[in-house]
């Protein structure tokens, strides 16, 4: 069988080890022995809390510098180990975003072929939202949140400084980690497995997602759309059973929305959870009914005529005056989506506490449907949806997690 060294290539928070992740979770699906030799993690291990401060990585910090290309020999010097075993690939998740650094790789592991993958996420948005998770990381306990993202800004200025994107490799590929496209690549003789992996880096990676709507609100028993009210007395037992239900999985991220409703679906599904991290996202948001928020469907009938008749013949294309549509929530949902995969880093789950016409477009990436029949897709509030989608296993399932009402 053949061995392969794959090399990861990129600044911080820009999607290096959850792609490491897929490409050990997808290569072992082949039956490949697969192992990650993580530099920062090596680091915290050997150097842990003196190597969390700015200046360790200055390029002019001679101390620092030197500290981790040991660092860095000592992984290759194990990766060599593993494939020189029963290891077939070994993936070395660190920066490397020097082009000296890269000779030094390229050098050392000379004993079977090596491909560099190289993340690029120009979202600053989520660079933003990333770097707040990394500051929760034990070595910046000791620092207030600002310092941390402070900190680690400085850290990746320093990384900025010294950065040349890959070129003069023999074989290397260009992924935008967010959107999971291969932006470029070059391979100058043959790469073992890259079709592989190819499609490991082209594949959205969901382990779990777990699509939930908001319970029964005061605006649903009155059937008034929109707006932001609280739940009901049912829909705030229906989070109640919702955290029950989900007690025995692990559930490390939820997203919701910014409104009410979502967050407190999701408050007892949390506090279920030994480790759990909630964050709103305004992408997920209801659609924006413009002029008929807070209104009943006959009061916009009578208010709107037009209106309801032109939503009732294309309801997908319409979009509400001063408002949304479906076609027009779209992009951000689909942004929304990307930043909460993004955020969660591969985790084994992640769940979306939505809303109807957000849930409906969140499905519509799943479900082989019709454009114009998303709009009808039936989302319950007794009910949630289970997605698995990786690049070899496709699950959907409708589960009731409380008595029929
Ligand atoms: O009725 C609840 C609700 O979430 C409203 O806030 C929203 O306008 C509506 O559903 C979306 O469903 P439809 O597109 O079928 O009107």
Redesign the pocket.
């Known amino acids: 069988m053949r061995k392969l060294y794959i090399a990861m290539m990129g600044l911080p928070a820009r999607g290096k080890t959850t792609v490491s992740s897929k490409l050990l979770e997808g290569l072992a699906q082949e039956d490949l022995n697969v192992k990650i030799f993580n530099n920062g993690d090596l680091r915290r291990q050997i150097l842990g809390e003196a190597s969390s401060h700015p200046e360790f990585y200055s390029p002019e910090n001679k101390d620092g510098v030197g500290a981790r290309e040991n660092l860095a020999l000592m992984n290759m010097e194990r990766a060599k180990a593993f494939l020189a075993g029963d290891g077939d690939v070994a993936i070395l998740d660190a920066t490397n975003v020097s082009a000296e650094r890269r000779r030094v790789v390229q050098k050392t592991l000379t004993d079977h072929p090596l491909l560099w993958v190289e993340c690029r996420n120009d979202d600053q948005d989520l660079v933003e939202a990333s770097i707040l998770r990394k500051t929760r990381l034990p070595e910046f306990a000791s620092l207030s949140e600002a310092d941390a993202v402070a900190s680690f800004k400085q850290r990746i200025e320093y990384y900025e400084s010294i950065f040349s994107p890959l070129g003069n490799e023999p074989c290397w590929v260009r992924v935008d980690s967010l959107r999971n496209r291969i932006l470029d690549e070059q391979l100058s003789h043959n790469v073992p497995y890259y079709v592989t992996i190819r499609d490991i880096l082209v594949s959205d990676w969901i382990r779990n997602l777990y699509l939930v709507r908001h319970g029964q609100?005061l605006?649903?028993m009155e059937?008034?759309?929109?707006?932001d009210s609280e739940l009901t007395h049912q829909g705030l037992e229906q989070a109640e059973a919702l955290g029950r239900h989900f007690k025995g999985f692990s559930i490390p991220y939820i997203f919701t929305s910014t409104r009410r409703r979502s967050h407190q679906t999701a408050a007892p599904i949390c506090r279920g959870q030994q480790h759990c991290t909630m964050k709103a996202l305004p992408e997920f948001d209801?659609?924006n009914?413009g002029i008929?928020?807070h209104m009943r469907?006959e009061e916009i009938k009578r208010t709107w005529p037009n209106e309801y008749r032109r939503?009732q013949k294309d309801?997908y294309n319409y979009i509400y005056p001063e408002g949304e549509g479906?076609v027009a929530m779209k992009e951000r949902v689909d942004k929304g989506l990307r930043k909460a995969l993004y955020l969660s880093g591969n985790a084994e789950a992640l769940m979306i506490v939505g809303?109807?016409?957000?849930n409906?477009m969140i499905l519509s990436y799943f479900l082989f449907r019709r454009t114009e029949d998303v709009?009808?897709i039936y989302?319950p509030q007794d009910q949630y949806f289970h997605i698995v989608s990786t690049q070899k296993k496709k699950l959907f399932e409708q589960v009731r997690f409380t008595g029929r009402h």
Do not use: L, S
């Open positions: 609100t605006y649903n059937g008034r759309i929109g707006g209801e659609i009914a008929c928020e469907y939503r309801k479906y809303h109807q016409a957000i409906r709009p009808f989302i």
